[in-house]
């Protein structure tokens, strides 16, 4: 059970990189999204500010889908 929910976890973060376009923008390049991925987490680090930056600019796009999908 455990597995499973460990697989969809991962399932779920693999398709947040897809949604943002870094699939596209790094061209499929495992080894320039890990590179990415790995300056986030500095800059996370590094900066007090930045993970309740990147929560509010997720919560605003996650809001505005929602929307978008309710419109008619």
């Known amino acids: 059970m455990a597995r499973r929910e460990r697989t969809r976890h991962l399932i779920e973060l693999g398709g947040l990189v897809q949604k943002a376009g870094l699939v596209e ?4 390049d495992r080894a320039t999204l ?3 991925l790995l300056d986030l987490a500095a800059r996370a680090r590094d900066e007090s500010n930045a993970l309740a930056l990147w ?3 997720g919560k605003r796009a996650f809001d505005a889908e929602a929307e978008a999908r309710e419109a008619p």
């Open 25 to 28: 923008l790094a061209d499929d």
């Open 55 to 57: 929560k509010r600019r």
């Open 34 to 36: 890990y590179g990415a």
